[in-house]
């Protein structure tokens, strides 16, 4: 729209997996959780990709209650392609991250992306 002020974005790494890292089944990818604590609400965006074509799952901790959650419907992610998700989160929300069985992650990180504007 015209004369509309502009949004600005911004997005800060909040975890990160090395490339061609070994990670268990049903483990929290992250030893230590990650505790959104930087933004109101914003959007917990998770790019990742691994090797053998297994479920990969939000653990999300919001409020004492823990809920995992598959992404991409609950099917197991295509071997060795990249995956964009996105989430709604708030401050004080702790997350991690389980792949349904043994992989080598190729790529995890997340950023949490928060917006300011009108």
Same mark, same amino acid.
């Given at each position: 729209m015209s004369g509309s002020p502009p949004i600005e974005f911004s997005a800060r790494l909040v975890g990160s997996v090395a490339p061609n890292t070994a990670v268990a089944g049903a %483990?929290? $990818?992250?030893? %230590?959780?990650? $505790?959104?604590?930087e933004v109101e609400t914003g959007i917990l965006r998770v790019l990742v990709s691994?090797? %053998?074509g297994v479920v990969f799952s939000l653990v999300l901790t919001r409020g004492g209650v823990t809920v995992t959650s598959a992404y991409n419907g609950g099917a197991a992610l295509a071997a060795n392609s990249l995956y964009l998700f996105d989430v709604p989160v708030q401050r004080g929300d702790i997350v991690n991250f389980q792949f349904g069985g043994a992989t080598t992650v190729l790529l995890l990180d997340a950023y949490v992306i928060k917006t300011m504007g009108p």
């Open positions: %483990t929290n $990818v992250f030893a %230590t959780d990650l $505790v959104i604590s691994e090797n %053998t």
